[in-house]
């Protein structure tokens, strides 16, 4: 599809993730955005950052726009999508709130060219894993437009409606958990000894590196662990240290514990 204006609905860091990788990949120009964001504070940041954005008031940006970006909480989400009900008529929408899903975003749009995506904060730095699902008007030329508007900041697949709780619990949350296993790394340096920024900088290097080998060699994990874990060494043993303390199960549960929190949440509203 060609789309030659994006209303962006919520300034916030998702928003600024996407319009930035979109731009950067010239999926779309900033002359071709028009961002809706009461918060002069973030105002501010995008006249800063991306001064060929426009700015505009619900209505007026919708009326504009051939597709547009809903990047605000998922609390108040079906509210903007209600006070300008007759607007989203023909548009290709985009929603990435949590929880909400297609039948309720189509019931309240009036139409089912929406799609529902779950990005994660890695996107700020267009290293993003983003799942996400179409209704059923989305035709196959916005699948490929909304593939590189997501492609832009990082990887992105689409999945069926009922996996994307399952996606919210992996990658979605994901970054969270990595953050504490690099924190917990860095704290076991300087146990051993080593200056904290040290620590933090070898821990964090460490995650990234094995991350990228995995992705490069497409080698499973455990081959990889393996190859590393010598008999009688320091490596198995302090795999055996985790091995005792559950990480694994620790790990998987949280997985299955977020995803279950995104089910509960779509199933209150």
Known sequence: ????????????????????????????????????????TSRKWWTANHPLVGFADLATAVAQCDAALLAVKPNILLEVIDEVRLEWRDKLVISIAAGIGLDDLSHGLGHSKVARV?????????????GYCCGSEVSSEDRVWIQAVLDSVGLAVEVAETQMDAVTGLSGSGPAYVCIIIEALADGGVLAGLPRPLAMKLATQTVLGTATMIAETKRHPGELKDAVASPGGTTIEAISVLEQNGIRGALIEAVAASAERSREMGEDD
């Not at 300034?11 to 809706?36: D, F, K, T």
């Open 1 to 40: 599809m060609s789309v030659e204006k994006l209303a962006v609905i919520g300034g916030g860091q998702m928003g600024r993730a996407l319009v930035g990788g979109i731009v950067a990949g010239e999926v779309i120009s900033a002359s071709q955005v028009v961002l809706v964001e009461p918060d002069a």
């Open 118 to 130: 779950m990005p994660n904060t890695p996107s700020l730095v267009r290293q993003g894993a983003s």
